[in-house]
């Protein structure tokens, strides 16, 4: 066991204002399996990259550990796995990398192959086990679990159980749940750890924010009762003072001394009052700083004027001589919330994009209602760039809108100047939804929606689907997603 200590880090990019991390300091035990949650932006990838010594920061970061980061990259993806494994670790001995390799369901035949040609969940558990084959080493796993199927989702996560030293990022609750031992959090205002999976740093964390909004209205009432005191107080004590140059009925003069007196304890009282609230004030300035509102989001959803919407009858799809799914029928009818699910090369995404109208060469029968409107959230976030006002001219959707539904899935007001290639994977994913929630539809049809988007604004999209009840048929493989939002799922 040994420590990675952090001490007074301090960070901002080159040519930004804003620091990402200032004067953070936090121990990580190197035998920890560390979950590693917050929101999109807040700075995850920029901590790992810290970590690998690829920025110049302030303050001191100390470790006896060397870092591997996943996804590694494999410059040569025509090379076989074998080469791929030698290349990331020369010194590995082969039965170890097949007893790695076994307890990820990955046979002997994956390392003759090139590696260009593995599926993303082969590719990821090969490079995980070349990984953990390094001794004295700390991985950095940066969300491995995008484009990951269910089936695989579940073997990695079983095989990270099964062993430590790593920081996970992962949006994905039920995975974090099944392998990690403590969280890192990344809040708006600073790091913090806690020990147990994501469930238990949630439901501490819901608490704490309940404890601090209770005190916070505690204080504001406090605040404003002293106010209403301190004015009293202050009424009394000028009416006070203007007796002393006056007389008293029937003529006497006043006593000065006494009035005095009781002038002077009224200014005491009102010292204390406004000491009373400076303390409140500043009590109440310590709560909310890390509280993340998740306000409600809302969809455009038209009603359709039949009650189902499209219907496949025994489709099957083929790829040359490779058939990807075979007479596959179900409808879709208002109301539904379909979740397409089944492992990767199933044929799902090829099935909605046969639904949204594209060409795709297939047999059996697709129908689809007349003047459906239908709003498409694709996996690929690769095309976008530029600026978000040009964006929503393209789109012809409203800007203020667009910009107010960005905001509440955390988006800052300087980021929507900045050109959407520089986002991040999540936040570009959240350009494609805040659209698609502008858009006007029957049916909304969503293709891994939730890649790369953090937690908390996943809850945000369970929400607003689970209230406003849209027709919408999606592929995912976040399971907890699935189990909120399905009401019917299609297994290929």
Partial sequence: M???????????????????????????????????TGRNGRGKTTFLNLLLGKHEYGGHISANVSFEYFPYPVPNKEDNTLDVVGGIYPDYVHWELMRELSLLDVTEDVLYRPFESLSNGEQTKVLLAALFLKENSFLLIDEPTNHLDLQARKLVSDYLRNKKGFILVSHDRAFLDRCVDHILSINKTNIEIQQ???????????????????ENDKLRKDIKRLSEAAARTSHWSDEVEKTKNGTRNGGLRPDKGYIGHKAAKMMKRSKAIENRQQAAAEEKSKLLRNIDGTESLKIGQLAYHKHQLAELDRVSIAYGDRKVCENVSFAIEQGDRIALSGKNGAGK???????????????????????????????????????????????????????????????SRTQFEKDMADFSGGQKKKVLIAR?????????????????????????IEDLLLTHEPTILFVEHDSEFCRQIATKTIQL
């Fill in 196 to 214: 147990g999976n994501f469930s238990s740093w949630m439901e501490n964390k819901q608490r704490q924010d309940q404890f601090e909004m209770a």
């Fill in 436 to 460: 698609s929630l502008c858009e006007k539809a029957h049916l909304y049809i969503w293709d891994e929606p939730l890649n790369f988007i953090d937690v908390l604004s996943r809850m945000q």
């Fill in 349 to 411: 995404s090829s099935l909605l994009k046969l639904i949204l109208g594209e060409e795709i060469e297939h047999s059996g029968t697709v129908r689809i209602g007349s003047q459906l409107r239908i709003s498409y959230v694709s996996q690929d976030t690769a095309h976008l760039k530029g600026n978000l006002a040009d964006y929503a001219r393209e789109q012809d959707i409203e800007e203020s809108l667009f910009k107010a539904i960005l905001r509440k899935l955390d988006f």
């Fill in 2 to 36: 040994s420590l990675i200590n952090v001490r007074n880090l301090t960070f901002a990019y080159e040519g930004s204002y804003d620091n990402i991390f200032e004067n953070v300091s936090f121990q990580i035990d190197t035998d920890w399996k560390l979950g590693f």
